[in-house]
């Protein structure tokens, strides 16, 4: 029994200690994460994993590990680890996550089905709500697909080549190629080197070679990355490490954070550099791109304002240099997740990367148009080539020659981020086209008005567009939505109307236009019911009340009657030739008294209106007396006309 104690004893005692052990190697990885040293956590977590410590928590991290080193299939398995087995432990955020992995690998309609139970998790998700209201983006995209021809970039090596900018004749992109390979100068995020900028093509000693920019004011011992460069080369904005007198800054978690600096450029030396006055200790403000009026910086941050994990910023560059208060593009460019890498046409196109709007996998590249500072217009996919199911970034592009670059850590690239080469043979249709029909009518009569012309009219009066309608009243006019404009229907002899369309999505939409008469154009004696195109008053066999589809007609006339007030009119009646004529006065003189009684009764002046019956006397047809006429044709002859007397 001693022994048996004994033993159990030992045991509890090692399975405590080794207890306490693993939560102190957890408590030693999760500093590692949470500082954003990945890989270092990473390799912690799968030994404390393969020795049976499992937790929601430990899976949701190394997860996590991976995905942001776009490690997205070891990153899939643990993200299924997790919803399996801590389904209760899983929000919202991991099966977004959790899709995203699986775009990655091709398995797309299994990430629908993560995003659709997604989107039952949230509330006001703009991912979820974009992913409801299209689901079939995966046709949208492929729309939008097969526009490029791609490249490799004939300078990348077999280490990471990405951001590439416009930088006098040539380029400059940043890379890990050559930063001594020592282990103190690896960034613990993804265990690489540190990266540096260098330029290729820029100028004579840079042709067909790649040279290392100033290491004295540009490169340092940590990251130097994305950068955009004015138009005339004096001035270079770029990222880099927080980094001051050769000393990096951490903040309270012990991450060092990303700034961006700006140097000067004279004859080809780097001077006066500067970091922005938004940059910050606690948090990021990274990857710059200039306006094409260069009055405008774009960049991305996880500042206070920021929607997601990263959003896209701009602020304004005064004219003596200085800035104003940078301002979030707003939530129909940026989501919950990351948006990131800006970069801005000649055109004013917006071109970035997101894993926030409906993609292939990983960060693919979206544009958008953003004239007259608006930022809620149509975003679009790209499409492939350009996207692809790993991450796609830092695109750049160049209007006049419809050639760019942009970066992809693809599998089929040569190092574990490349640089490709891309023509546009078809451009993306970025503008918000929105298709309006409908039809134009005489507002009293209802009838058509075939040849009317309807005009599209933007917020500054100017035309964009104009048509007729067609034999059937119809038009149909596009429209550009992601601006107001006005719809105006147009008609000789009748009062224009209008109809204004707010900014809105591209979901077609119907205005119908019922157009007034600007006057009644019709002389003495002249039969009103024609000039209003009104369908004919017609009466029952031997009867003289008022049919319901007559009545709608006189409606009209009455309608006409006190948009006019002077107008006055004569009700003349027929019959047609069956029965004796006698009695065919009298019927008809029936029929106009009932016209007349209801039209005073609808509240139109007994002094406007006369009635008379002609029987039988004028008929419209050859249907007399012994005809041989079917019903149809006598009842063309049972009638109301409504003849102006003044």
């Known amino acids: 029994m001693l022994r048996k104690i004994l033993f159990t004893i030992i045991i509890l005692f090692f399975t405590v200690s ?8 957890l408590e030693r990885a999760n500093e590692k994460y949470e500082s954003y040293s990945f890989k270092p956590a990473i ?28 490690n997205y299939k070891e990153a899939s398995n643990i993200y299924k680890r997790l919803v399996e087995e801590y389904e209760s432990d899983v929000t919202p955020e991991y099966y977004f996550r959790y899709a995203q992995t699986l775009k990655s690998l091709d398995l797309y309609d299994e990430a629908d089905d993560l995003m659709d139970k997604f989107s039952q998790m949230t509330s006001g998700d703009y991912r979820a709500n974009s992913f409801n209201e299209d689901i079939d983006y995966r046709k949208e995209i492929k729309e939008n697909s097969g526009r490029y021809t791609i490249e490799i970039f004939q300078y990348n090596t077999v280490y990471s080549e990405f951001a590439p900018s416009y930088y006098k004749e040539g380029l400059i992109f940043s890379s ?6 020592l282990a103190k100068y690896r960034h613990t995020w993804n265990s690489k080197d540190f990266l540096d900028l260098y330029k290729v093509n820029a100028d004579s000693i840079s042709l ?41 800054i951490k903040d309270e978690k012990g991450v060092i954070r990303l700034k961006i600096f700006r140097v000067k450029i004279t004859d080809g030396v780097f001077n006066e550099l500067e970091e922005l006055p938004f940059n910050s200790n606690d948090y990021s403000v990274a990857h710059p791109a200039l306006s094409p009026d260069e009055k405008t910086l774009f960049f991305a941050s996880d500042m206070p304002g920021t929607l997601g994990e990263s959003d896209i910023f701009k602020v304004a560059i005064n004219d003596d240099g200085t800035f104003g208060t940078p301002e979030n593009l707003g939530n129909t460019i940026n989501t919950e997740a990351r948006e990131t890498f800006p970069f801005l046409t000649s055109e004013e196109v917006l071109y970035f990367s997101s894993d926030g709007h409906p993609g292939l996998g990983g960060l693919d590249v979206f544009g958008t148009k953003i004239s007259n500072n608006n930022y809620s217009g149509i975003v679009k996919n790209v499409g492939e080539p350009i996207n692809g199911q790993l991450d796609d970034f830092t695109f750049i592009f160049n209007d006049e020659d ?17 640089i490709y080469s891309f023509i546009e043979n078809v451009p993306l249709e970025l503008d918000c086209r929105k298709l309006i029909t409908g039809t134009v009518r005489d507002k009293i009569s209802n009838q058509i008005l075939v040849g009317s012309s309807v005009k599209v009219i933007n917020e500054d009066n100017k035309e964009e567009s104009t ?42 939409e119907v205005i119908d236009f019922y157009l007034e008469r600007d006057t009644v154009s019709a002389g003495f004696g002249d039969d009103l019911a024609k000039l209003l195109q009104l369908s004919t008053i017609y009466f029952d066999l031997n009867k003289y009340d008022i049919r319901p589809d007559a009545e709608v007609e006189i409606q009209k006339i009455i309608a006409a009657m006190e948009k006019y007030p002077s107008l006055k009119l004569k009700v003349n009646s027929h019959t047609d030739s069956r029965g004796k004529d006698a009695y065919n006065l009298w019927l008809s003189q029936k029929r106009a008294e ?5 039209m005073v009764l609808k509240g139109i002046s007994e002094d406007r209106l006369q009635g008379e019956g002609f029987g039988e006397t004028k008929l419209v047809n050859n249907c007399g007396n012994n005809s041989k006429c079917s019903s149809k044709e006598h009842d063309l002859n049972r009638r109301s006309e409504f003849i102006i007397m003044e």
């Not at 004011?217 to 980094?243: C, M, P, Q, W």
């Not at 601006?483 to 707010?502: C, Q, T």
Request: with cysteine; proline share 1%.
């Open 18 to 25: 080794n207890s306490i052990g693993q939560e102190k190697v």
């Open 43 to 70: 390799d912690i977590y799968k030994k404390v994993i393969d020795k049976g410590y499992v937790s929601a928590d430990l899976l949701k991290k190394l997860a996590n590990s991976y995905y942001y080193n776009a």
């Open 176 to 181: 890990d190629r050559d930063t001594g390979n």
């Open 208 to 248: 067909n070679t790649v040279v290392k920019l100033d290491k004295d004011v540009i490169n340092t011992r940590l990251h130097e990355s994305t950068s955009i460069a004015t138009k005339d080369g004096s001035v270079l904005y770029f990222t880099r490490n927080n980094i001051v007198e050769n000393k990096y």
């Open 402 to 418: 419809k050639t760019g670059f942009f970066a992809s850590n693809r599998e089929s690239g040569l190092g574990n981020d490349d």
């Open 467 to 508: 048509t007729l309608t067609d034999s059937n009243g119809n038009y149909e006019v596009y429209v550009n939505c992601s601006e107001g404009n006005f719809i105006r229907a147009f008609m000789d002899g009748y009062i224009p109307s209008e109809s204004y369309l707010a900014k809105s999505d591209a979901s077609p």
């Open 594 to 598: 009932s016209t007349v009684g209801y």
